[in-house]
Nanobody, 123 residues
């Protein structure tokens, strides 16, 4: 059974940092494209970043987070991460991990999703 479990969310002041984790089971993260997607209060789903399958692990980021967020994975732990630095109030959202690349339609009924973890950036 495929399962994705996010952790690491919380409350932080603007300028602070958090690291989100996505623990996978039922498949190897190294064999699949993986993404982080977020949903701010009252808004739709927004793709944040992805890491491609395979040894190269090519990454890509939304313009809104480029230079501040870093996606990575640990194949030995079968876990994907999102290091978030210089957080802004507009980064407040529920963050989901997903087994899909950025070009797969953002639909919770498509592909596998975690349950999400809340990130709140506030002074």
């Amino acid at each position: 059974e495929v399962r994705l479990v996010e952790s690491g969310g919380g409350s932080v002041q603007p300028g602070g940092s958090l690291r989100l984790s996505c623990s996978a089971s039922g498949f190897n993260v190294s064999n699949y494209d993986m993404s982080w997607v977020r949903q701010a209060p009252g808004k739709g789903l927004e793709w944040v970043s992805h890491i491609r399958y395979g040894d190269t692990g090519i990454t890509d980021y939304a313009d809104s987070v480029k230079g501040r967020f870093t996606i990575s994975r640990d194949n030995g732990k079968n876990t994907m991460y999102l290091q978030m630095n210089r957080l802004k109030t507009e980064d407040t959202a529920v963050y989901f991990c997903r087994r899909a690349a950025r070009w797969v339609p953002l639909n919770r009924a498509v592909s596998y999703w975690g349950q999400g973890t809340q990130v709140t950036v506030s002074s």
